[in-house]
């Protein structure tokens, strides 16, 4: 974890002075973040939407049903995995960002 740099000896309007500044910002951000998030419930959300997503075929090759009790036709998509996730999750904006950027990817959908 990082912490703040002093501004007292920077010269103001300088380029030190805003790569400083925006290094400061950077570690607000990331403290205000952790506080505000509790992994245990973000993993929990892709767990859930994990087991959602993954859809298997039984022993007469027809798809099973899902983790809800409703019959499968078609694989399920990422989208409707993550729904049914943040259902069962009561999670946070800060919470979601993760869960969403973990379980789609860097990219989202």
């Known amino acids: 974890m990082y912490e703040e740099i002093d501004l007292k000896g920077v010269v103001r309007n300088s380029e030190a002075h805003v790569g400083v500044n925006a290094f400061?910002?950077?570690?607000?951000?990331?403290?205000?973040?952790?506080?505000?998030?509790?992994?245990?419930?973000?993993?929990?959300?892709?767990?859930?939407?994990?087991?959602?997503?993954?859809?298997?075929l039984n022993e007469h090759g027809e798809y099973d049903k899902t983790l809800d009790g409703k019959p499968v036709f078609r694989p399920t998509t990422k989208a409707e995995s993550a729904n049914f996730a943040l259902l069962l999750v009561q999670l946070n904006d800060v919470e979601i960002k993760k869960f969403r950027k973990d379980f789609y990817g860097s990219h989202g959908i």
């Open 24 to 56: 400061n910002d950077g570690v607000r951000c990331s403290v205000r973040d952790s506080i505000l998030m509790d992994r245990s419930k973000v993993d929990l959300a892709l767990k859930y939407a994990h087991a959602y997503y993954s859809t298997y």
